[in-house]
């Protein structure tokens, strides 16, 4: 089975310039996570998808970030413009249900800087 | 952001010996989870155990959770040098059911 894929996995560009990011979650995962790690840091959520529905996006910062899932299946999270304080990996992740009882899986991550 | 804590914040240990990391958090829980990290591998699941347990196992690691102190702890018997990464544990809130990472445990098994 194949598991959580992302592109691109490295990213750098300069500020104030736009930058996407694709998951492809594991196969009949209804849940999609994308994360934000700093060095030396655990994850933060930056949104929670269940299907196409956007349950959780209490962390994202809405003013830069934009984030979809079409037909619920793959997701792409979007920064516009760009700050030096975005560098960081972004992680996605996916779930079969829709309950964090059960156990996510994660993809290797895009490592932005941003320079 | 919201963070629960770990500690140690690093561990060194000789192949063989037993590590133990311990992590802390704030609020009642629906469940805990634990993650490794490697370079390698990316973030994968461990183990999770939930409120209403006290101990779970899974080969070599051994997960036990306080409620009423609020802290968990995992544990890895007879090391390996492949064991060297960070771990991380996800508390799962019952007030809001967000998951919230601790900073994480770095580990390096020395041969």
């Known amino acids: 089975e194949a598991g959580v894929v992302q592109s691109p996995r490295y990213k750098i560009i300069e500020k104030k310039q736009p930058v996407a990011f694709w998951c492809n979650p594991i196969?009949?995962?209804?849940?999609l996570y994308w994360y934000r790690q700093n060095l030396g840091q655990g994850p933060e959520l930056l949104i929670r998808y269940e299907n196409e529905e956007a349950v959780d996006d209490s962390q994202l910062p809405k003013d830069r970030f934009s984030a979809e899932r079409l037909k619920g299946v793959d997701s792409t999270l979007k920064i516009q413009p760009a700050e030096l304080g975005d560098s960081a990996v972004y992680l996605c992740?996916?779930?079969?249900?829709?309950?964090?009882?059960?156990?996510?899986?994660f993809g290797p991550g895009t490592r932005l800087l941003v320079l | 952001s919201q963070q629960g804590e770990e500690d140690p914040q690093a561990l060194s240990i000789q192949e063989g010996e037993n590590a133990t990391m311990n992590c802390s958090y704030k609020?009642?829980?629906?469940?805990l989870q634990w993650y490794r990290q490697n370079s390698g591998r990316g973030l994968v699941h461990l183990i999770l155990i939930r409120s209403n347990e006290r101990e779970k196992h899974s080969g070599r690691l051994r997960v036990t959770l306080d409620t009423s102190k609020k802290s968990s702890s995992l544990l890895i018997t007879a090391s390996r040098a492949a064991d060297t990464a960070s771990y991380f544990c996800?508390?799962?809130?019952?007030?809001?059911?967000?998951?919230?990472w601790g900073a994480g445990t770095k580990l390096i098994i020395k041969p």
């Open positions: 609020t009642s829980i629906n469940n």
């Open positions: 196969s009949g995962h209804n849940t």
């Open positions: 992740a996916s779930s079969p249900g829709t309950a964090y009882e059960e156990t996510q899986y």
């Open positions: 996800a508390a799962l809130m019952d007030s809001n059911y967000q998951l919230i």
